[in-house]
């Protein structure tokens, strides 16, 4: 032991970890009591969180390939095969959420205690800096996941950039590494995440420790002590002479404190959430994504989607840039005077307000209402009110024309624009006929996509919308007399003889059979639908495979070619056959079968009708619609 | 241990030119660093950028009227970009011999548009814009219609010529 301490007594004489270290971290800062010396802990709440990111990126960063085509792949075997890689994704993921939780609550917090106040304006300077190199460093990580969405992230972020007056075209270029996604562009942002960007952030941190200790850590705030830089510094001084406590461990037992509830929260989370799931691979040509930023930045992409489009180009330069210089000038003009925040209404007022406006938006952002629904189903019956008739046809109208991408009837739809339930007790007949027509501001004119009497039977349904028929649900409408036709329904086929309309379900992958290229369960011609000609087919199609699947109508005659079938009705194929749909997904279609004969119901991805994804349609020219499978 | 035989000290004339020649020497070796580093960062907007016809498909392929995706490789893809060297556009065959290719961009903020066949509408997904079939805004906050790809009938192949993102304005 004695030799113990006399090399440490060494050690020490060489070091000097006596005589400078120590009087460093037991520094005499002001003493306070009670709930307010808690508010101090945030600072070293987001450098443990950066601490944290830091340490879970380097084996990342080890195993992680920056290449635009190979980034993806390198994730995919990090979740699934390297040992605690999907754990440690979690991680970094939530110490990154954590850092920019606590560098916000850090910040209205020294905002709110006027610490930004002589003599610590440059201190505050270099935290709205280190805000800045924060929000980079996160986001720029979410780009590097480098799936779909990350692909997209990239794209709005150019084609924002690109808006910048004179320079925008080489903000772009900057941004991608050339005029398009090239094979550098994950590599940049690789080097802006793991080398400029943490370089910037330890230097400007740690120059923001060293103003910690020169200037002092700021007494909380007293009314009626207002900051006069004449006098300040030696009164500051004389307070901690008489009444310092040392920094360790009187105040620091509560960083570390709160700095390990800090960690165990991000582990907690990184065990029970795991990490942010991959949207697939990163192919700009796939035209099914729906780019969202991560949670922290959806109140700016709300506050971009409901700016007018005349005030977006101030809105997205001019704001920020208002922000930035805003935040960097506040110790300029404010940095003297009244700390306390009971003396201080704008201050108050300001933190409110922004609080508000950033949790308001960061709700909208997640419900996205100015998105259309690109996952709407036809209106069923019981809210049509109606099985027959203007009206039942209407409301297929309202399903198959798009209206309900972006309108709502009782619950079923979009959200993008009013909301159309009871739109008959709104509007007349001529309003909704000039409306459909010329379309709107957000609303494209329907003008050559309707004929006249579809354009009829849709006003009819419209003008339907009242509250009195939720009352009436269940009776035919009065507007045609009840039709006698007959009703059909089975599992995959229901119709009606009297509007002569067929309502198909189509699961693509239903069981293994032919090694999931099976239409319900069966494929190579086995099953046969049958429709009499002129019926209004509605396919809903979906996908419960492994592989992407797509349904479209051929001629018999093209059912073994290779890929790009030709479609034998308009729309009468699920969106984008050559690539079809994902498990999970579905996309509806619907068509006229007007013209008899034998087709198929092919699989359009290539290969896959060849493998015997392909079934048969007979449009007859008479009789009733029938679908036959063989009997197990 | 004896004297520290120091020579004789610095005139005040000579720190003061030891100081500027310091600094110049340090700013030298800013530049000799800071060129080759700041023209790297710089590369994207400095180098050219190619353009290339790309094939997207037999003309007999097409139907009269249709609108569909095809995918191509950029102009000038280096071996490593992977599945992201591709770019998507929404081609429709106008006639026997002419196509119109619009980029699946949209010209408000980038996202991918998707056509509609049965609305015969292009839709965007992030904030609701709608373009027609012809590609001019129907609605939202697009500020100008979808952008289009040069296309030719070469030796039997349907070929769009491959830009680049379509965002100068």
């Not at chain 1, 037991?26 to 306070?32: A, D, G, L, S, W």
Request: with cysteine.
């Amino acid at each position: 032991m004695d030799g113990l301490r006399r090399a440490w007594a060494a050690f020490d004489d060489r070091v000097g970890v006596s005589a400078v270290f120590l009087p460093i971290i037991k520094h005499p800062v002001p003493p306070t009591a009670g709930a307010i010396s808690w508010a101090y802990v945030f600072g070293s709440a987001t450098l443990v969180s950066f601490i944290v990111a830091v340490i879970s990126g380097i084996p990342l960063a080890a195993q992680y390939i920056p290449s635009t085509g190979q980034a993806y792949q390198s994730i995919e075997w990090i979740n699934t095969r390297a040992i605690f890689g999907y754990q440690i994704r979690a991680i970094h993921y939530f110490s990154a959420n954590a850092m920019m939780i606590m560098i916000g609550i850090h910040m209205f917090r020294v905002f709110l205690m006027g610490s930004y106040k002589y003599p610590r304006e440059v201190n505050w300077i270099l935290g709205v800096i280190l805000l800045f190199l924060t929000a980079g460093i996160v986001f720029t990580g979410q780009i590097l996941r480098w799936d779909q969405v990350g692909v997209y992230t990239v794209m709005i972020t150019v084609f924002q950039g690109v808006r910048t007056p004179w320079i925008g075209n080489w903000v772009g270029d900057l941004l991608l590494g050339g005029n398009t996604i090239t094979g550098v562009t994950v590599s940049r942002f690789y080097a802006l995440h793991v080398f400029i960007l943490p370089g910037l952030l330890f230097a400007v941190i740690g120059f923001h420790l060293y103003m910690v200790l020169h200037a002092g850590i700021s007494e909380p705030p007293k009314s009626g002590r207002p900051v006069d830089p004449k006098s300040y510094r030696v009164w500051y001084h004389n307070m901690l002479k008489r009444d310092g406590v040392p920094f360790w461990p009187d105040a620091a037992w509560r960083d570390v404190s709160f700095g390990i509830a800090v960690l165990l929260g991000i582990t907690i989370l990184a065990i029970t959430v795991g990490a942010p799931p991959l949207a697939g691979p990163p192919n700009p040509a796939d035209i099914h994504v729906i780019p969202r930023p991560d949670w922290y930045f959806l109140w700016y992409f709300a506050a971009l989607a409901l700016t007018p489009p005349s005030m977006e180009n101030v809105v997205m330069l001019a704001a920020p840039l208002g922000l930035i210089v805003g935040l960097l000038f506040l110790p300029i003009w404010a940095n003297k005077g009244e700390r306390s925040p009971a003396r201080r209404p704008w201050a108050m007022i300001t933190v409110l307000c922004s609080g508000l406006m950033i949790f308001s938006l960061t709700l909208t952002g997640a419900l996205a209402p100015w998105s259309p629904n690109f996952n709407a189903t036809p209106l069923p019956t019981k809210i049509i009110g109606a099985t027959s008739g203007a009206v039942f046809r209407g409301g297929m109208l309202f399903h198959t024309a798009g209206c309900e991408d972006c309108h709502s009837v009782g619950g079923y739809g979009g959200l993008r624009g009013p909301d159309l339930t009871n739109v008959g007790g709104r509007l007349t007949s001529a309003d909704m006929i000039i409306r459909i027509m010329n379309g709107g501001e957000n609303m494209p004119s329907f003008a050559r996509i309707l004929s006249a009497s579809e354009l009829n039977d849709l006003v009819a349904f419209l003008q339907s919308r009242t509250v009195y028929t939720k009352y009436a649900l269940g009776q035919t409408h009065t507007t045609a007399p009840p039709p006698s036709g007959k009703q059909g329904t089975s599992r995959w086929l229901t119709w009606n003889t009297a509007s002569h309309t067929a309502t198909l379900t189509l699961i693509a992958g239903y069981t293994n059979a032919i090694s999931g290229f099976n239409f319900n369960g069966f494929g190579q011609g086995q099953m046969v639908i049958s429709v009499p000609v002129g019926y209004h087919v509605s396919v809903n199609f979906s996908n419960q495979g492994a592989l992407p699947h797509s349904a479209e109508i051929t001629p018999s005659a093209d059912k073994s070619l290779p890929s790009n079938f030709p479609l034998a009705f308009p729309g009468a194929a699920s969106i984008n056959p050559a690539s079809g749909i994902v498990k999970g997904q579905t996309a509806n279609f619907s068509f006229v079968a007007n013209k008899a004969g034998s087709y198929a119901l092919v699989c359009g991805v290539p290969g896959h009708a060849a493998a015997g994804m392909w079934d048969i349609l007979k449009v007859t020219a008479g009789g009733q619609p029938s679908l036959v499978m063989p009997s197990h | 241990m004896g004297e520290y035989k120091a020579p004789a000290p610095y005139t005040e004339e000579r720190r003061r030119f030891l100081n500027r020649l310091s600094l110049a020497l340090s700013a030298l070796g800013g530049v000799i660093v800071g060129v080759p580093f700041i023209g790297s960062l710089l590369e994207p907007i400095l180098h050219s950028n190619p353009t290339a016809w790309r094939a997207v498909g037999k003309l007999d392929v097409f139907q009269i009227g249709q609108t569909v995706e095809v995918t191509f490789l950029n102009a000038d893809p280096l071996a490593w970009t992977g599945v992201s060297a591709k770019t998507g556009a929404w081609l429709r065959r106008d006639d026997a011999t002419s196509f119109t290719a619009f980029s699946i961009y949209c010209q408000h903020l980038g996202c991918p548009v998707r056509w509609n066949q049965q609305e015969q509408i292009f839709l965007c997904p992030c904030h609701g814009g709608v373009y027609y079939a012809n590609g001019k805004v129907a609605g939202g906050p697009p500020p100008r219609g979808l952008q289009k790809y040069p296309v030719r009938v070469h030796k039997g192949q349907v070929e769009v010529l491959a830009t680049g993102v379509p965002y100068t304005y």
